[in-house]
């Protein structure tokens, strides 16, 4: 097999360990470059997420229409851009192609309460139907084949919010009906290429999990996989397609080895044989041809993305799209012919990309940048970076020094990303690139417990929530104090999710590490979050029973409100009313144990938004007012005045 990597830049490794090189020569005028308006870098991108039409003349994009983002439909090559949705409350950040070429579908929810509809839309009429029109229900994970236009199988949780059911959707008629009912423990189906659901995979109540099989409809399943609980759980774990002859499934899995990998497992005989793998890093994309449906090449994401070609074929494709542009590559589409590809390209300090790649001219034609407005300003690279925590352990991340200044004594912000189970990347990250031209330093940590580097990575973080995982950010921030790089009396933490989580643990776990705090839909109490999952999450429950605790008592060990009064420094304590997730009674009770404290805390409450989905852009724009604000009160960063519509006062809580 061949690969195809890059080198990254600026690093220098001294046993595991890397050492930065910091430019010692002065830049000609120490100063940052201009302040970049925040209304400029959170504005929703011109084009977003674009997806290639089955017949490869066409793609569907997401833009701003009506305040939020809607799906816009060009033809390649023409300026024709037409908006064909008209969401005007939530937007909608990704949409499909249907197999007809003249629908797209998306999923969208209302104000963020995560029951997500699925939706249909004619690009010629722009007529919008909702096609799983059930209240309270979540509809998600659709199953679409390009040999069947008219069919797709979706999981909608309609019979048990507790569980999602397998149905066939007919997209000309609307006509929907139970395919597959979930035992119990399945989360997730999938189907051959005669859309025959025949693999499941399924989480057991010790967070065991099985890949079942079935020969068709009414044969019975079987167990053609077990792992245990201490194996790899990401994104990809599990089931990812069937072989070219419905003989064999691919599956995603750790077992047997360190890091996640590809094999092929005998839907008969259960025999494996393993198609790629990597001493370390997980499988992270897998490019398989969309009409036979051989394995052609799969993505390791490292510090930067490596490319494992297996077949030939497409090799000197591959050496086509390294010599367009600089940059990391991801195959976003493919024609049904197979002649047509979409390509899009990230980095750290310039906008994505995309270009549709013509197989048989081996040319690359650019179709579109997703925020040109970037391409003239002085961004900041993502330096990836280890470091060894206290125990030895060597950790991963990432750093991003502003431009014009000395990488000496600056402030930093430690970016806690969420999940615990995803990891941060060397792209753009908008909120990077704001605190960077701040004046920041920006550290991400992918502390023990993220994805994307083997078993014992993420199984170090196990049942250390409130250890070792934070441990492994005050570390962080250790390391970059030594090297003289970060002022320790100006070192922020902040995330959200998980990294919101980790903001309050820090504080309260290790006060006086961190000068201040920002701490967005963060969990206060585990006891409270393990009793208040969202239903849907009930067959993933013993997840986090596993990775996070089951015990109350050892639940409320980690749970910052329990340390409320050993907190030393001010929080800016930010969370969704309608978070379905992390409830707004995390907040509650947060902000009311430090008041009573007599604790420096600020609370904004935004109405309307959900977890995952902010509401409207105007919330977003007006959290980062507020962040700015206070961050440069407590670190002497630059912050840029609120505009009227940005001002937050009338969110605190």
């Known amino acids: ?19 930065l090189i910091l430019s010692t020569a002065a830049p000609l005028r120490a100063e940052l470059p201009p302040l970049i308006p925040r209304s400029l870098v959170f504005e929703e991108s011109e084009r977003g997420n674009p997806v290639l039409s089955p017949d490869g003349k066409r793609v569907a994009y997401c833009a701003p229409h009506n305040g939020v983002q809607n799906i816009w439909v060009k033809t390649i090559g023409m300026d024709d851009d037409r908006v064909v949705t008209d969401e005007t409350a939530n937007g909608v950040s990704f949409c499909y192609w249907q197999g007809d070429g003249e629908h797209v579908l998306y999923f969208n929810d209302a104000d963020g309460d995560e029951n997500t509809h699925l939706f249909q839309t004619d690009i010629r009429t722009r007529r919008t139907r909702d096609l799983t029109p059930i209240a309270g229900a979540r509809a998600r994970a659709p199953i679409m084949d390009a040999r069947h236009p008219h069919t797709i199988l979706v999981h909608i ?78 994104d990809l774990t599990g089931v990812v397609g069937f072989s070219a002859d419905d003989s064999a499934i691919l599956v995603v899995t750790s077992l047997g080895a360190n890091a996640e990998r590809l094999v092929e497992v005998d839907v008969r005989t259960g025999a494996r044989r393993i198609l790629s793998e990597d001493p370390c890093f997980d499988v992270a994309a897998l490019l398989i041809q969309p009409t036979h449906h051989s394995l052609e ?37 493919r024609d049904r012919s197979d002649t ?8 750290s300090d310039s906008p994505t990309t995309y270009y549709l790649y013509d197989r048989s001219a081996k040319k690359a034609s650019f179709l579109f940048s997703e925020d040109p407005k970037f391409e003239k300003l002085a961004l900041a690279p993502k330096q990836p970076i280890q ?12 750093l991003t020094v502003p431009v014009g200044v000395p990488a000496r004594s600056l402030p930093l912000v430690v970016l806690v990303h969420g999940g615990p189970w995803t990891r941060d990347s060397w792209d753009l990250d908008f ?34 929530f409130g250890g ?46 961190f000068t201040c705090g920002v701490a967005i839909n963060a969990i206060s109490d585990a006891n409270l979050f393990m009793a208040t999952l969202p239903p849907y999450w009930t067959v993933g429950r013993s997840r986090f029973e596993t990775r996070m605790g089951k015990d109350p008592a050892f639940l409320a060990s980690i749970s910052p409100l329990h340390k409320a009064d050993q907190v030393t420094s001010p929080l800016l304590l930010i969370h969704n009313a309608n978070d379905v997730r992390v409830t707004r009674e995390h907040a509650d009770r947060m902000a009311a144990a430090l008041r009573e404290g007599g604790k ?17 852009p105007v919330n977003f724009l007006r959290r980062w007012a507020a962040i700015e604000a206070f961050l440069g009160r407590h670190l002497g960063g630059r912050a840029e005045p609120p505009c009227e519509s940005e001002r937050w006062e009338s969110l605190l809580n």
């Open 1 to 19: 097999m061949e690969r195809a990597s890059h080198v990254p830049r600026g690093l220098a490794v001294v046993g595991s360990v890397t050492t």
């Open 157 to 234: 949780n309609a019979r048990d919010e507790r569980l999602f059911d397998l149905y066939r959707l007919d997209l000309r008629t609307g006509a929907l009906r139970l395919d597959t009912e979930n035992p119990g423990d399945v989360s997730r189906f999938y189907a051959d290429h005669r859309m025959r659901v025949r693999a499941a995979d399924a989480i057991r109540p010790d967070d065991s999990t099985e890949v079942r099989v079935r020969d068709g409809a009414k044969a019975p399943w079987r167990t053609l996989l077990a792992v245990g609980d201490d194996e790899m759980n990401s």
């Open 297 to 333: 090449a799969v993505a390791y994401e490292k510090e930067r993305v490596e490319w494992v070609v297996s077949n030939p074929g497409v090799r000197s494709d591959f050496d086509v799209l390294e010599k367009v542009r600089a940059g990391d590559i991801w195959i976003r589409g």
């Open 340 to 347: 047509k590809w979409l390509v899009k390209y990230t980095a």
């Open 387 to 398: 470091f060894k925590a206290g125990d030895g352990m060597v950790i991963y991340g990432y």
């Open 431 to 464: 909120q990077v690139q704001c605190l960077a031209n701040r004046g920041y330093a920006v550290l991400q940590v992918n502390y023990r417990g993220s994805t994307g580097y083997g078993k014992a990575y993420q199984n170090a973080g196990s049942r250390e």
């Open 468 to 513: 070792k995982v934070i441990q492994d950010l005050v570390d962080g921030k250790n390391w970059l104090v030594a090297q003289g790089l970060a002022d320790p009396a100006r070192v922020a933490i902040m995330g959200g999710s998980f990294g919101g989580y980790a903001t309050l643990a820090a504080l309260a776990f290790k006060p006086g590490e």
């Open 600 to 616: 420096d805390v600020t609370y904004l409450l935004f109405p309307g938004a959900g977890h995952v989905s902010g509401g409207t």
